[in-house]
């Protein structure tokens, strides 16, 4: 079992930077491939960002926050990140952290295990 905690989330205005982070217990944290998948009010959860096991070397990210989020990770912390700067109205959701018992993940259906979600709000 995996389990996951994000933080990080707040209001902020748009052009603004937050980091979220994402702490993970209970398994080997180098072995999962890692994501970060969003939920605005009335869609469905959506991709964000991946990044895969171990060293982290690929990651991939949605057209949408393509050259704006950077997701990292830290194995020694247990701990992924999700740098999001020239924060957009339209970026406003619940951000949610997930684990992956494989290599590589991008789809949701892909993903083991999920956090509770860290709401971030961008205002106009």
């Known amino acids: 079992q995996v389990q996951l905690v994000e933080s990080g989330g707040g209001l902020v205005q748009a052009g603004g930077s937050l980091r979220l982070s994402c702490v993970a217990s209970?398994?080997?944290?180098?072995?999962?491939?890692m994501g970060w998948f969003r939920q605005a009010p009335g869609k469905e959860r959506e991709f964000a960002a991946a990044i895969s096991w171990w060293t982290g070397s690929r990651t991939s990210y949605a057209d949408s926050v393509k050259g704006r989020f950077t997701i990292s990770r830290d194995n020694a912390k247990n701990t992924v990140y999700l740098q999001m700067n020239s924060l957009k109205p339209e970026d406003t959701a619940v951000y949610y952290c997930a684990a992956a018992q494989r290599s590589w993940a991008t789809m949701r259906a892909e993903y083991d295990y999920w956090g509770q979600g860290t709401q971030v709000t961008v205002s106009s």
């Open positions: 209970g398994s080997t944290f180098s072995s999962k491939a």
